[in-house]
């Protein structure tokens, strides 16, 4: 077992910078009195591997079975040197992970020309594809197109990010046994989502190519618009199957905000609601509704949960088939030409229909498949994760006061020859020792969990639920919430509509009313004898659904999850939680942690049953209280995990850089202890525990310039 070294860091300019939007970020007020022992610690050894361009992620890690390791280079900076200043995929050719080789700990990037590349300790890393890349005859690398294929980006409509920008996941789906062919699917964090299909084939000397020629932009396959297409896809899997599972991070699913409860709202009289994103999604010009919030309540205004998400929509509609609103026509005499608001009509998207676990079956087919697994649930999806039995599913949903939950099919998943035939149970996760938490540093104490079951469906009838709400548009949110007609004053029915929203929740969906009563019923006679008509709840308002039932709603960006693959009883899954703030560090609910604004890292061991109870804390990042005392090489909010076949763990990096003298993210190789010869850890070499004066001073103009530069960091309010 190893304790990193602290270390107050020279550069204090940059430590008061970066240290301003801790708190922000967090929402926990500094405290200098407050320091969580044990934070940063490890339970092993942590090496870094990498460090990525400046502005970027650390996305999409997988190794392949002949050691190649492939990540992605997700929103970086503009001013980094090409190529470094593009979106991209890439791998590191000559370093071979499959053979356990030992590297040299990479050092920290001491230069501006250092932190504007991707950096590896063996090989290099070398892109496959980048942004922009002409993919053929099939458009441009993961852009969206409408059905007459114009490009979604000429649409008006706030965009929830630049097309292309935000590969995420990677996943290798080999066509031959050594794995050296095969297609290359990577996940498009945009909306509207994308999932591209790419050929690649290992070379001479390990060196990969891309036959971009033959590349796919499956948004644009009518299999996948078919189904309303896919939204925010974040990270994912290979299931054990052999399909690749997206997960769709629809950060805009929160239906009341952060700590609120849906019976907390029904029948409050005394102030304005605090409704959270989802119940405006269907509102024209959707992701203003928080500045309309501002505007109509002022003081009493509150945070609306997601409502940035929102962004997207109306872009997601045309790429649907609707008419492109113009948000300049002239509506009525009376109307403002430069202020009015055009609804846009059908089709608009359903947002029942995402925030779902998408598995493209027959991948290797000239089209592949694309199925939802509606029956697991409705969340903002960072991954699945599949076990050996190919029945329990573990989900983590990323954001803030989120859920952790479980899905366990009636037979294994592949048996079903009709996907919309599986049957399951979905179940979230209460955490049962709130004391022993709430009395020791988060390094010290499991979190013991027990699963509440919450229903059980067939993946047809979840659908069928959905399908009901295809044919809610914006015209609707006008028509149904506002007295005024909003053809002769839009503006007035707008606010008419907003107003009777918050009050009253929108009727277009789920009412209040009904998750209530399924949560009486639950209470009172079980998941399995609620009335029909209440069944559809618990998976299409999940997050809400398990708030009312006492479910722990409370874990801050849950993020990336994984297990060996074929994992079976003894293996252990690893959970990554991003920052240790809010829900999981106040004094309320279940969860009652020291805060740890880097995040740490929970393991859990597989039981006989598939069954996990016990997540068991390997890796704590720092607390940052003082961000000038954030060490160099304590691991920073922990994103995506990948666990290779010999039990190790890449852990990729989504960092506020606190008071760290580097402003990049890292992508790092966990050991566990019991790996580590003798079962001690290796302590940290005199490199990776030491930044110079000179390193400090070199990173601080950089640092401040991109401090805030980073516009989807918005992902930390989820």
Known sequence: ???????????????????????????????????????????????????????????????????????????????????????????????????????????????????????????????????GDNIGGNGTLGMPVTPDDLAVEEYPGARYGNFGYNPDCNRLVPTNEAETRGYLFTNWEESPGNVTRIPVSRKGQGRWEANLENAVNLANTEALRSIGGTRINCYGDLSPWGTYLSAEEDYAHPRVALTTNVSDVVGDSEGPDHRGAAQFYNR?????????????????????????????????????????????????????????????????????????????????????????????GRAAWECPDVQGDEKTVYLTSDGDNKGLYKFVADQPIPSYDDPMKLSGTLYAAKVTNQQAAADNPPAEVPLEVEWLEMGSATNAEVESWIAEYDDVDQVDYLETHADTDWQEDVQKALEEADKTVVEQGNQNYIPDRDVVRWARQYEQKGPSNVDEELRRVPFLETRAAAKEIGATVEFRKSEGIDSRDGAGPGDYVYVGISEVNDGMSDDAGDVNLDRVDGGLVYRAELEDDYNISTLEPVIVGPDATDPADVANDALLNIDNVFVMDDGRVLCCEDADQYGRSFPNDCLYVYTPEEMISGGAATETTEAEETATESEAEETTTMAEEEATTTADNQTTSG
Request: aromatic share 10%; hydrophobic share 35%.
């Open 1 to 131: 077992m190893v304790e990193f070294t602290r270390r107050k860091l020279m550069a204090t300019s940059v430590a008061a910078t970066l240290g301003a939007s801790v708190s922000a970020a967090s929402g926990v007020a500094q405290d200098e009195d407050a320091d969580t022992p044990k934070a940063p610690h490890v339970k092993g050894e942590i090496k870094r591997f990498a460090t990525t361009a400046l502005g970027a992620e650390v996305t999409g890690p997988e190794v392949s079975a002949n050691g190649t390791l492939f990540f992605s280079l997700q929103h970086p900076s503009r001013k980094n040197p090409a190529p470094f200043n593009k979106a991209g995929i890439g791998y590191v050719r000559g370093y071979n992970f499959s053979e356990g080789s030992e590297f040299d700990v990479l050092g920290v990037p001491t230069s501006k020309e250092a932190q504007g590349e991707v950096r590896v300790a063996g090989g290099t890393y070398e892109l496959l594809a980048q942004e």
């Open 284 to 376: 024209p010009n959707p992701s203003d509704i928080q500045e309309a919030v501002e505007k109509y309540y002022g003081d009493d205004a509150w945070f609306v949960q997601g409502y940035w998400a929102l962004a997207g929509l109306e872009i997601q509609a045309y790429y649907l088939g609707a008419d492109a609103a113009d948000e300049n026509e002239e509506l009525a005499a009376d109307v403002d030409p430069e202020t009015s608001l055009q609804p846009v009509g059908s089709p608009y998207p359903n947002p029942y229909r995402y925030g779902h676990i998408v598995d493209f079956r027959q991948p290797t087919a000239e089209t592949p498949q694309p199925v939802k697994y509606h029956v697991m």
